[in-house]
């Protein structure tokens, strides 16, 4: 709705990638760390959470969280979130080794209709 605190979120967790180079264990470990918050009205914010719902940050519905975003019109909105994720990396068994840079990733885009709210009063 316009001019409500719409919330988002994504679920993500570190993963894990195990191999074999040279003839050795090797395993490279990628963790999300930033999150860039599209919200298809031109407008974004990059948090290093990735948010939850209302109830599992225990906050009331229709209240604004690190995540949420507040649409000023009434809209068609294709929104997004990029995960970049750090990495590092061992080769066998050895101690982890941090990677310069990060990787991203896109969501797919979700379609929102964006309304607004009126009231009627009636009569019985």
């Given at each position: 709705?316009?001019?409500?605190?719409?919330?988002?979120?994504?679920?993500?967790?570190?993963v894990t990638v195990q191999g074999e180079l040279l003839g050795e264990e090797a395993d490279v470990r990628f963790a999300p760390r930033l999150y860039e918050w599209q919200y298809g009205d031109g407008e974004s914010r990059t948090?290093?959470?990735g948010g939850s719902s209302w109830s599992g940050a225990g906050q009331e519905e229709l209240s604004a969280t690190?995540?949420?975003?507040?649409?000023?019109?009434?809209?068609?909105a294709q929104a997004a979130?990029?995960?970049?994720?750090?990495?590092?990396?061992?080769?066998?068994?050895?101690?982890?080794?941090?990677v310069a840079g990060a990787v991203a990733s896109t969501s797919p885009q979700q379609?929102?209709?964006?309304?607004?709210?009126?009231?009627?009063?009636?009569?019985?």
């Open positions: 709705m316009v001019g409500v605190p719409a919330n988002f979120w994504t679920s993500v967790s570190p948090t290093t959470t690190a995540t949420s975003h507040v649409y000023t019109a009434k809209i068609t979130v990029i995960v970049y994720w750090s990495a590092e990396y061992r080769f066998a068994g050895g101690a982890w080794v941090p379609r929102m209709l964006v309304v607004k709210e009126r009231t009627v009063l009636t009569a019985r």
